[in-house]
Nanobody, 122 residues
């Protein structure tokens, strides 16, 4: 059974940090690029970052560049999203997704997690 399980969300103050985790199971982790998307209330889901299957390539949306860092641990079948200098506009449900297609858009993802809520507020 394919599973992507996000964790690490919660409430954080502006300027704070969180590290999200995406634990994968039920498929060959090393064959898939893993992406993070987010969806704020009343807005469309948007891509945040993606890491290649090997971990050698990463990409970030302009809105998070310099603040977020994506990484993966093949031994743990887990991808991380380190989020620093958080701002209230980053409040959203964060989803991880897996793809073999080498693309970074919703329709190109093969598997999705259920999401974890990040709230940035004082």
């Amino acid at each position: 059974q394919v599973q992507l399980v996000e964790s690490g969300g919660g409430l954080v103050q502006p300027g704070g940090s969180l590290r999200l985790s995406c634990a994968a199971s039920g498929f060959t982790f090393d064959d898939f690029a893993i992406a993070w998307f987010r969806q704020a209330a009343g807005k469309e889901r948007e891509g945040v970052s993606i890491i290649s299957s090997s971990g050698g390539s990463t990409y970030y949306a302009d809105s998070v560049k310099g603040r977020f860092t994506i990484s993966r641990d093949a031994a743990k079948n887990t991808v991380y999203l380190q989020m620093d200098s958080l701002e209230p506009e980053y409040t959203a449900v964060y989803y991880c997704a897996a793809t073999t297609g080498g693309v970074f858009y919703e329709a190109g993802m093969d598997y999705w997690g259920k999401g974890t809520l990040v709230t940035v507020s004082s």
